[in-house]
């Protein structure tokens, strides 16, 4: 798998061929890592059983150096008719190749992060590989470490695993995985449906109690959810406008100010066009057609409010103290006394409509979409201190927002958001399939929400006429959370907002053109928090297997047993707890057991353990008729005190991709799965096809060493969409 050409058995030398099948071997194990990781007991060597009675042995598992560490691996009844793999792999889950593996494509033959174990008299066996001992025993050392070769185990579940070599590439029955785990790691679990502790949202509620919304706010002390909204076209009978005050939880109404004093001072219906900020207690500051600035609260029978001179308001923020707003009217900036209007301060740029206060760090961001420039204003002289351009010049507005925490600055133009720091250094850009349209910051759990709306206009084959929301790592910009379809989300009436409760258990999108605000929640798919680990128990004695989940909603358990090394499961009758208790038989030595997750967002199992059952030393109960076992499994009942078995751990990731479950023999476990009966998959050898694709050797050979000598055998490091256990 990774050594160079040697001289095989007989004194034939055949380099090519040698080399051919080190880079055909690498090639195979090549693979994007995705996951999470997993972890097992530490301080003492852990035991996995194979489909076809293979026993694989690894001298630690947890708590690995994750610089490197040597650990010693043994095998024993692997047979002597497959060459098999030895290394530390990503973990894909039954009947899914181990793969990618530490040792990527080395050709010199110096790694020892994995070993080739073959059938005596192999033709490889000498330089590539050795042969397996007496009853197909092996027993070598590899370094092992967190990172390297396409690799993380710091972002996926990994294994040290044995898998058939090359020839046999599609052949599982020679897959047994045990579960490793680097310091600091803690057991994840595997999941089935979507990886352990991911995150996503689902719609929880539609509220269409406030016209036609057009900007969110979540209050910060009073919790009410608050509403600037217009007149829906298709209910003009009905004048909806003005600032609606709604009861997060169910969308109730609470309260509607429709009413704002107008150009003469007298009150007249007004549409809440922008909201600029909270008021404390309760109540906001916000902008109305055209060139109003009020305020109100829940309660109110009317807004308070000033009617400011000039040109029509494009933008609104609280000023920098409590008695001021901040305001655009195209590129003219000024600070305002809320009270009566009059500008304390007042800046025009070169251009631009709307913008974004940082008020912790003394700054104002001030976008001008048209020129494709971002100018940085010094609050404290009301000066303009840098400009940046907006790279790919002038697009569509989207929108300008700035994190509290970073102080950075997210820009939405057309399809893509702009990042830039607090400096003004452009740092990442985001790009989606939908119109960037507003951005909101959770400082809490430091994420970033963004949601982006269809064009609208279906003749446009880029348009489907459904936005999206995304959530990122504030700081990293990684994928915190599966995007969601906002289904009917798009631009031709007007942009969406949003509003995130700290935290992020809840989210509010409006859609102007459906004239409604959907309530998100947030989902965690089921993380294992305590796993549990081998036991062994003699005849009679009563045994006990913990496990815990974490996830939102909370996960439901039942514990499963598999009777034939890992290859079929059932569910252990009534065994719905965390911790399963029962009588150990010698009948269920060598059973397997298991704890399955299950909650909204997914499944997630715990790495399956082995009950060794060993023969009583006298008076260790009754051993006649295997009493608390139904069908070989376990359940509850026992006389002679309790073995126990549940590990634990302390911080958990997850990945990006999707996982599945085994579609062959039932589902199977994360440790010694395989198929039920073999894949048929036949070995070849010399210049045959490769089992796994029927490609001649040649072909592979020559792609595998082309991909090597580019430096193309490169994975991309899959960043976790989690928020831990929340």
């Known amino acids: ?88 792999c990503k973990d894909n889950g039954d009947h899914r190749v181990p793969s990618p593996c530490l040792g990527g494509a080395d050709m010199s033959g110096g790694s020892k992060t994995s070993q080739w174990i073959v059938p005596p008299g192999d033709p490889y066996e000498g330089g590539l590989a050795q042969a397996f001992g007496p009853g197909g025993t092996f027993d070598v050392e590899i370094e092992i470490a967190e990172k390297g070769d396409g690799l993380d185990c710091a972002e996926v579940a990994c294994s040290v695993v044995t898998r058939a070599d090359h020839r046999a590439a599609g052949d599982r029955r ?36 406030a016209g036609k919304p057009l900007d969110l706010l979540l209050h910060p002390d009073s919790k009410k959810l608050y509403v600037g909204a217009d007149n829906l076209p298709d209910t003009a009978d009905a004048d909806e406008r003005g600032l609606h005050v709604l009861n997060p939880e169910d969308g109730t109404s609470e309260s509607w100010i429709s009413q704002a004093p107008g150009s003469t001072g007298a009150l007249r219906p007004s549409a809440a066009a922008r909201i600029a900020g909270p008021l404390p207690g309760d109540g906001v500051v916000y902008h109305y057609p055209l060139r109003g600035v009020g305020s109100a609260e829940s309660g109110d029978k009317a807004a308070s409010g000033v009617w400011l001179a000039g040109s029509t308001i494009t933008d609104i923020a609280p000023g920098t103290t409590p008695d001021t707003a901040l305001v655009a009217q195209g590129a003219t900036l000024s600070e305002i006394e809320r009270a009566t209007g009059t500008a304390t301060r007042t800046l025009t740029l070169p251009g631009g409509t709307r913008f974004a206060a940082d008020p912790e760090r003394g700054a104002l961001w001030y976008t001008d979409f048209a020129a494709g420039k971002l100018h ?36 939405g133009v057309d399809r893509s958001v702009l990042v830039f720091d607090a400096a003004g250094t452009l740092v990442k850009t985001l790009v989606g399939k939908d119109l960037a349209r507003d951005a909101a910051f959770d400082t809490a759990s430091g994420r970033a929400y963004v949601v982006w709306q269809d064009g609208g206009d279906l003749s446009d084959p880029a348009n489907d006429n459904n936005g999206t929301l995304t959530v990122y790592g504030s700081e990293d910009f990684a994928a915190a959370a599966q995007d969601l379809p906002l289904p009917g989300n798009h631009s031709q009436a007007g942009a969406a907002s949003l509003a995130v409760e700290p935290g992020g258990a809840t989210v509010f999108v409006t859609s102007p053109a459906e004239g409604k605000i959907t309530k998100l929640v947030r989902q965690v798919s089921p993380l294992v928090s305590r796993a549990p680990a081998d036991l062994t128990a003699k005849e009679g004695e009563e045994v006990a297997l913990t496990a815990e989940a974490e996830g939102a909603p909370e996960p439901a358990v039942r514990w499963q047993v598999s009777t034939d090394g890992s290859q079929t499961w059932k569910d252990v009758e009534d065994a719905t707890e965390p911790t399963l208790t029962f009588t150990a038989r010698t009948a269920q030595d060598g059973y397997r057991y298991r704890a399955e997750f299950r909650n909204d967002a997914g499944t997630t199992r715990t790495a399956a353990v082995t009950l ?45 991709a999707r996982g599945s479950s085994g579609t062959v023999g ?37 792609a595998a060493a082309a991909l090597v000598g580019a430096g193309a055998l490169v994975h991309r490091r899959a960043r976790r969409r989690t928020e831990g256990a929340l």
Not at 70 to 83: A, M, P, Q, S
Not at 180 to 206: H, L, N, Q
Request: hydrophobic share 30%; proline share 6%.
């Open 376 to 411: 940085r204003v010094d609050l404290a002289s009301f000066t303009v201190g840098g400009s940046f351009d907006l790279p790919g010049g002038p697009g569509m507005a989207g929108f300008t927002a700035t994190d509290p925490a970073t102080g950075a600055v997210w820009v």
């Open 1 to 88: 798998m990774t050594s160079t050409p040697g001289t095989p058995p007989g004194g034939r030398s055949r380099p090519g061929r040698r080399a051919a099948t080190a880079a055909v071997a690498a090639l195979l194990l090549a693979g994007v890592p995705v996951g999470a990781a997993v972890g097992a007991d530490a301080g003492t060597p852990r035991t996995a059983t194979g489909p076809q009675g293979q026993k694989l042995t690894v001298s630690a598992t947890a708590g690995l150096a994750p610089a490197g560490q040597k650990v010693r691996v043994r095998g024993e009844d692997y047979g002597l008719t497959t060459g098999v793999y030895v290394a530390l």
């Open 666 to 702: 039932g589902s199977g476990s994360t440790v010694g799965g395989g198929l039920t009966g073999g894949t048929g998959t036949a070995s070849t050898s010399g210049g045959g096809g490769l089992a796994a694709t029927g490609a001649p050797m040649t072909s592979v050979t020559l």
């Open 174 to 209: 020679q897959d047994v995985r045990i579960p490793v785990a680097f310091a600091g790691r803690e057991p994840g679990g595997e999941g089935v449906d979507v990886p352990a502790g991911t995150v996503s949202y689902k719609a929880a509620a539609d509220f269409t109690t």
């Open 612 to 656: 060794t059952v060993t023969a009583a030393t006298g008076g260790g109960g009754d051993t006649s008729n295997g009493s608390g076992s139904t069908g070989g499994d376990g359940s509850t009942g026992g006389d002679s005190g309790t073995r126990a078995s549940g590990g634990s751990g302390d911080s958990g990731s997850t990945g990006t």
